[in-house]
């Protein structure tokens, strides 16, 4: 197993309710966010991208939910991330018209 330094992890709730993008994670200088885990499921259909602060995708293809409070799971650990940042950018989920994301997710600052 590869040595991993001790990074903090952290959790962040996500209520996205604005249409668009809303910042789920800030950005942090010279740093990237490893995002570990997350659920995300959304209250309206259509497709939720989750997207660096850069407006970058980076999760590969569109969450699509068919209004029944269905959407997308990754567990994860340090060793199996669901996802990355460029450094210096933020997490941010855009949102179609009328529909809201909500969940939860876990995750890493880590230097670029």
């Known amino acids: ?5 001790p990074y903090l992890i952290q959790y962040v709730s ?6 668009g993008d809303n ?3 800030a950005a942090v200088s010279g740093q990237q966010i490893r995002v570990l885990g997350y659920v995300l499921t959304a209250t309206g259909v259509g497709n939720i991208l989750v997207q660096n602060t850069a407006a970058t ?3 590969y293809g569109r969450i699509r939910s068919g209004g029944d409070g269905q959407g997308a799971a990754y567990a994860g ?3 199996a991330p669901a996802f990355e940042t ?8 855009n949102n179609p018209a009328g529909v809201d994301t909500l969940g939860h ?3 890493m600052e880590v230097p670029g």
């Open 77 to 79: 650990n340090q060793e």
């Open 23 to 25: 910042e789920i994670i």
């Open 14 to 19: 996500v209520n996205a309710t604005a249409d």
């Open 105 to 107: 997710m876990t995750y």
């Open 57 to 59: 995708p980076v999760v």
């Open 1 to 5: 197993m590869p040595y991993m330094p």
């Open 86 to 93: 460029a450094v210096g950018t933020g997490i941010e989920i």
